[in-house]
T-cell receptor, first 114, second 112 residues
Framework: NAGVTQTPKFQVLKTGQSMTLQCAQDMNHEYMSWYRQDPGMGLRLIHYSVGAGITDQGEVPNGYNVSRSTTEDFPLRLLSAAPSQTSVYFC?????????????FGPGTRLTVL | GQNIDQPTEMTATEGAIVQINCTYQTSGFNGLFWYQQHAGEAPTFLSYNVLDGLEEKGRFSSFLSRSKGYSYLLLKELQMKDSASYLCAVKLMRGSARQLTFGSGTQLTVLP
C-alpha cells in the first residue's frame, strides 16, 4: 500500500492563479480531509468528505473547493490564489467507523503564493 | 468555540522523562489523539485515548481525564530522535462526521 499520496510536493503560484492539489489513498478509507498548517497555528481543517459524492466545510473553507467522485481521490482546488494561502497542505484519510479511526496523513504540499 | 492548549516549547535531556500537557474545552468530545511531527514531515500517529486513564505503548504513554479536560503525553528514556513537534488533537462529533481539532503543537528539543 502506498497509503496517502499528494502531488505536487512544492508549488509556487502568482496571485490570482488557480490550481488543484491532488490527494489519493489506497486504503479504501471512507473519510478524507484537507488541512493547512501555518507556523504557530497547528493544523486547521479546510474541507472533509465522509464518502464518495459527499463533502462538507471545515474551519477555514473560504477560497477552496473540493469534490469526491471516487473513494480514492479527494482533490483540493484553489480558485484564485492569494498570499494568505501560502501554507503547507496536508491530506488525511481514515476509516469512518465507531472505533479509533486514526487519520493517516500524506507527505504534504508546500505552497507559496507570490 | 473549541479551545486546545499545549505549551509551545519544551526542552529535555537525552535519557530523561518529559511530560507534555494538553488541556481542552470542547463540545462533542469523542476521543483524543497525540501525533508526532518531525520538521518538514507529515504528522504520524502516537496514541489515542477515549476513556479516562493511562494508555502505555513502549516508551510513550498517554493519559486522559475527561472531567478535567486534560491529557498528557509521557515520553520516557528520551532519545535524540524524539526531537519533534507533538500535536494534541481532539476528536469531535459534527453531525454524522468525526472531525479532529488540533492544538498548536509542542516543539520538544532533546539535548545530549
Amino acid at each position: 500500500n502506498a497509503g496517502v499520496t499528494q502531488t505536487p510536493k512544492f508549488q509556487v503560484l502568482k496571485t490570482g492563479q488557480s490550481m488543484t492539489l491532488q490527494c489519493a489513498q489506497d486504503m479504501n478509507h471512507e473519510y478524507m480531509s484537507w488541512y493547512r498548517q501555518d507556523p504557530g497555528m497547528g493544523l486547521r481543517l479546510i474541507h472533509y468528505s465522509v464518502g464518495a459524492g459527499i463533502t462538507d466545510q471545515g474551519e477555514v473553507p473560504n477560497g477552496y473547493n473540493v469534490s469526491r467522485s471516487t473513494t480514492e481521490d479527494f482533490p483540493l482546488r484553489l480558485l484564485s490564489a492569494a498570499p494568505s494561502q501560502t501554507s503547507v497542505y496536508f491530506c488525511a484519510s481514515s476509516k469512518q467507523g465507531l472505533g479509533q479511526d486514526t487519520q493517516y496523513f500524506g507527505p504534504g504540499t508546500r505552497l507559496t503564493v507570490l | 468555540g473549541q479551545n486546545i492548549d499545549q505549551p509551545t516549547e519544551m526542552t529535555a535531556t537525552e535519557g530523561a522523562i518529559v511530560q507534555i500537557n494538553c488541556t481542552y474545552q470542547t463540545s462533542g468530545f469523542n476521543g483524543l489523539f497525540w501525533y508526532q511531527q518531525h520538521a518538514g514531515e507529515a504528522p504520524t500517529f502516537l496514541s489515542y485515548n477515549v476513556l479516562d486513564g493511562l494508555e502505555e505503548k513502549g516508551r510513550f504513554s498517554s493519559f486522559l481525564s475527561r472531567s478535567k479536560g486534560y491529557s498528557y503525553l509521557l515520553l520516557k528514556e528520551l532519545q535524540m530522535k524524539d526531537s519533534a513537534s507533538y500535536l494534541c488533537a481532539v476528536k469531535l462529533m459534527r453531525g454524522s462526521a468525526r472531525q479532529l481539532t488540533f492544538g498548536s503543537g509542542t516543539q520538544l528539543t532533546v539535548l545530549p
